[in-house]
């Protein structure tokens, strides 16, 4: 396996610069923060608002990272993350970053990827991604899942495609599938709330988003495939890349005081099963032949 | 010891920080100052070298080795309070094999003051254990776990049983090198600390190490049953400080060795409080989740604190009787 070399860490206080709800009860934050070296794709940050009253910090997977600016995607699900989402402009947080294994991009280098992402997994993805096209590889096949219209981050979803599990209410109920044209039939939200529309040129489709990922696959046998998601989403791909055999590289996430495999409260099964992996040292990227997933 | 007990109020006029002395001596290893890391917070002592100097630290006391590495507790293994943490680890760590060949010697290299954190499943195991460390160097001393909560066999079992602490600890102590000292990490669950404080004292142990975690327990109130798959986790954070400040000033009560306290110590008005309290020393745990440096911080505001009090010593802050 290809060494993946951890960068250099930065514990330090950022300024909240910027925060934008993108989806429901998602956010884009932005941090103005000097770090030692830069984040790759699938590396994370601990962070944790001064202010919050958590004990502990988050992890949060890097959207971006250029010119001393950290942007993360933030959907609010507990007490941190809602801290995180709410930290007003100007306030300082503490960052630890960037931690963790990144996506191995010189694998992917000259090969069809194929990224299948769920909810806020697109973060490290959405990254992946453009990593790869700022390198000048083929555009990736790109997979969103959500389960509602509403968990549509619209402006980070330029070139995805988008499968709902819910068929929005004005688009036609599809028996598994339907999709809808970007023109005339693409669901919008709801009037007045405004939450972004799904993107201009982008494909909209009721079902999973695995639905179509064994026709993908089976035209491209020498396909990587990264997955990122709920864990269900991720099984269910990994499953389906294996049975192709084709190479998967997941990110996970689990709970982690520490972030620096101190804590050792992320731990999963290595392949095997007889040792552990931490998913915040050895992870958060794993090759599937690395771990007992699926 | 009584003068220096009634000396160190509030009044005293402030000193410069140079004029503070926060050596400590336990069983005779002088530490440069009394603030460690806490067993289990701090992973080996090497997880952090690009950030901090380990060797700054009083001392590091490193994840609890056992004889052979153990894979830990299934998942859930933590969970998050608003006062603190509730953990289930079970004491995953590489075994002593590969924690002589590969932790030791970068610790020796880093000139790192480290005492080793042992578990034993059996009473001899602890002895074993200090008799092949003895062949090693990089270690000043080590705490015997006589106390986790999150394990099957050994654990609670020993640390609850007075004799067997004072058994282990003299068994210990026997094959345990001149020039190291040896701490006794005790409980605060189920039996007095002053019992256990002075078993652990009778067999010979340099210092008690007050406390471990509470044992705690969340429950899943959808599922009807308790979030951890063992029941019973371990209880940390600010949340237990009051309780470890009444065990502490029970211990240094019982005993004349040195009491080296644990629980919640997050700020330097924590630490102070654990010297009025009775201790010798503190550790940090739960706080370095946070921040990993945090134990580094403590030691430099530690010295500014007790010049601004006036106070030369971390031991004369001790309340009197």
């Known amino acids: 396996m290809t060494a993946r070399i951890m960068t250099k860490r930065t514990l330090t206080d950022a300024t909240v610069t910027g925060r934008r709800e993108l989806a429901h009860h998602a956010w884009l934050i932005e941090l103005e923060v000097e770090l030692e070296a830069p984040v790759r794709a699938g590396q994370f940050a601990m962070v944790h608002p001064l202010e919050a009253g958590t004990l502990l910090p988050r992890p949060f997977s890097v959207l971006d990272h250029r010119d001393g600016r950290l942007k993360l995607y933030v959907k609010e699900v507990g007490a941190g993350s809602r801290a995180l989402a709410h930290t007003p402009l100007g306030e300082r947080v503490q960052v630890f970053a960037p931690l963790g294994r990144s996506f191995p991009i010189e694998e992917f280098r000259g090969r069809p990827v194929v990224l299948v992402a769920g909810g806020v997994g697109l973060v490290p993805l959405w990254k992946l991604r453009s990593e790869l096209l700022a390198s000048g590889e083929e555009v990736p096949h790109s997979l969103f899942g959500a389960r509602t219209i509403e968990e549509l981050p619209g402006e980070l979803l330029e070139g995805w495609r988008i499968h709902l599990e819910e068929a929005p209410p004005s688009a036609p109920s599809g028996e598994g599938s339907s999709t809808m044209s970007a023109g005339g039939g693409l669901p919008t939200a709801p009037t007045g709330s405004g939450l972004p529309t799904a993107p201009a040129g982008g494909e909209v489709e009721v079902g999973l988003v695995t639905l179509h990922l064994d026709e993908i696959l089976r035209e491209q046998p020498d396909a990587v495939l990264a997955l990122c998601g709920p864990d269900a989403m991720m099984k269910a791909a990994a499953r389906i890349g294996r049975q192709r055999g084709v190479q998967v590289w997941v990110c996970l996430e689990e709970q982690m005081a520490c972030g620096a495999g101190v804590c050792r409260s992320c731990t999963i099964p290595a392949a095997g099963g007889r040792t552990m992996k931490t998913v915040c040292q050895d992870g958060p990227v794993f090759s599937l032949d690395e771990i007992d997933y699926v | ?321």
């Open chain 2, 1 to 321: 010891m009584s003068e220096a007990r009634s000396s160190g109020s509030a009044s005293n006029p402030p000193l410069d920080p140079s004029q503070v002395d926060l050596r400590v001596t336990i069983g005779g290893v002088e530490l440069p100052n009394p603030v460690f890391t806490a067993s289990g917070a701090w992973g080996y002592g090497l997880e952090y070298l690009d950030l901090v100097d380990p060797a700054r630290l009083g001392a590091v006391v490193t994840k609890t080795i056992t004889v052979l590495p153990r894979k830990g507790n299934p998942q859930p293994r933590l969970r998050e309070l608003p006062t603190g943490l509730l953990n289930s680890i079970g004491l995953e760590n590489v075994g002593l094999g590969a924690f002589v060949r590969d932790k030791l010697p970068r610790l020796a290299r880093h000139e790192v003051r480290t005492v080793v954190s042992l578990a034993g499943r059996r009473e001899e195991e602890f002895a074993e254990m200090i008799g092949e460390l003895s062949h090693h160097e990089g270690w000043v001393g080590v705490e015997l776990n006589l106390s986790c909560p999150n394990v099957a066999e050994g654990g609670l079992d020993f640390g609850t049983d007075p004799r067997l602490v004072e058994s282990i600890t003299r068994r210990a102590r026997a094959v345990l090198p001149d020039g190291k000292c040896l701490l006794v990490k005790l409980t605060p669950n189920n039996v007095p600390m002053a019992t256990l404080a002075r078993a652990a004292e009778a067999g010979g142990a340099h210092a008690i190490s007050c406390i471990n975690t509470v044992v705690g327990m969340e429950i899943d109130l959808d599922a009807r049953r308790p979030v951890f798959p063992r029941g019973i986790a371990g209880y940390s954070g600010v949340g237990i400080k009051p309780i470890a400040l009444a065990k502490v000033w029970e211990a240094s009560h019982a005993v004349d060795i040195p009491v080296v306290g644990i629980g919640g110590i997050a700020t330097v008005r924590d630490v102070l409080e654990f010297f009025v309290a009775g201790a010798s020393a503190v550790q940090v745990g739960t706080a370095l989740f946070a921040r990993p440096d945090r134990a580094h911080r403590l030691i430099e505001e530690l010295a500014a604190e007790l010049a601004a009090r006036g106070v030369r010593r971390p031991a004369e802050l001790r309340a009197g009787d």
